[in-house]
């Protein structure tokens, strides 16, 4: 079976150190306190869904993702 590329989410934690991994459109997340241990969680994760879900589901999340726009920051936290 051939798999389609995916971009994982690596957000350091500036407060306590380490990273989180993320693949925005699957509900699974890796905590490391470096990148690779990070994504090695991430992978518990994902199994732990695909288990749970079905592969068929997994790939389906992927296989149509989620939309990034792209806003200014002062819109989001303006008020009025």
Do not use: C, W
Not at 13 to 41: C, M, N
Not at 49 to 75: D, H, K, T, W
Request: hydrophobic share 40%; glycine share 10%; net charge negative.
């Amino acid at each position: 079976m051939s798999f389609p590329n995916v971009s994982i989410e690596l957000i350091p934690d500036a407060e306590h150190g380490g990273f989180t991994a993320h693949i925005p459109d699957i509900p699974a997340y890796g905590e490391g306190e470096t990148e690779e241990e990070a994504i090695a969680d991430l992978k518990v994760g994902i199994q732990a869904f695909i288990e749970e879900n079905g592969m068929e589901a997994a790939l389906a999340r992927i296989n149509s993702p989620s939309q990034l726009r792209e806003v200014n920051f002062g819109e989001l936290v303006a008020h009025g």
